[in-house]
T-cell receptor, first 109, second 114 residues
Framework: KNEVEQSPQNLTAQEGEFITINCSYS?????LHWLQQHPGGGIVSLFM???GKKKHGRLIATINIQEKHSSLHITASHPRDSAVYIC???????????FGKGTKLSVKP | KAGVTQTPRYLIKTRGQQVTLSCSPI?????VSWYQQTPGQGLQFLFE???????NKGNFPGRFSGRQFSNSRSEMNVSTLELGDSALYLC?????????????FGSGTRLTVV
């Protein structure tokens, strides 16, 4: 069983819809990362959070440490949001990350 | 400022050969981590370097090695290539080790072993 579980694996939405991607992890963390990967491979770090909520533009990330759960929300989705979204957990002072399998999002115009 | 630069972008090698991939971090970043991405296993941590020292290593065979130079540039080497080593290899840099620093990823090197 992967230490980091994401759902759903695939998500298709219409432009303008509100989107939620979930991430659960099985061990304690010091930080939870949300990453975006477009076709071609490059990865962009969206958020790093250890508590509460962070917002950047139309993207919102929340984390509940007690429930070991994080969500990534996209408001007013747009076709350019189509990508694979990956959550990853980090532990303590270690630099390694354990990654979820990713959620492939497709936003249709 | 320049981002994380990985070279080459694409590489085709034959089974049994060895390969060296390069990662130049963002100026001022002293920590470099390497990851392998395959369709079957997804993203997996390879190793992390800080101040020319390997701090952590993932669960990969000894054929996978790396190093970091005094200017923080890092290389990873894979010897005796196998077909299963075909993957996208990504590096990420940060100011220092640990989860308090965010990571910036490079565009990756896509390695194909034939």
């Amino acid at each position: 069983k992967n230490e980091v579980e994401q759902s759903p694996q695939n998500l298709t939405a219409q432009e303008g819809e509100f989107i939620t991607i979930n991430c659960s992890y099985s061990v304690g963390i010091s930080a939870l990362h949300w990453l975006q990967q477009h076709p071609g491979g490059g990865i962009v770090s969206l958020f790093m959070l250890s508590s509460g909520k962070k917002k950047h533009g139309r993207l919102i990330a929340t984390i509940n440490i007690q429930e070991k759960h994080s969500s990534l929300h996209i408001t007013a989705s747009h076709p350019r949001d189509s990508a694979v979204y990956i959550c990853a957990r980090g532990m303590g002072s270690q630099g390694n990350l354990i990654f979820g399998k990713g959620t492939k999002l497709s936003v249709k115009p | 400022k320049a981002g994380v630069t990985q070279t080459p972008r694409y590489l085709i090698k034959t089974r049994g050969q060895q390969v060296t991939l390069s990662c130049s971090p963002i100026s001022g970043h002293r920590s470099v981590s390497w990851y392998q991405q395959t369709p079957g296993q997804g993203l997996q941590f390879l190793f992390e370097y800080f101040s020319e020292t390997q701090r952590n290593k993932g669960n990969f065979p000894g054929r996978f090695s790396g190093r970091q130079f005094s200017n923080s540039r890092s290389e990873m080497n894979v010897s005796t290539l196998e077909l299963g080593d075909s993957a996208l290899y990504l590096c990420a840099s940060s100011l220092g080790p640990g989860q308090q620093n965010g990571y910036t990823f490079g565009s990756g090197t896509r390695l194909t072993v034939v």
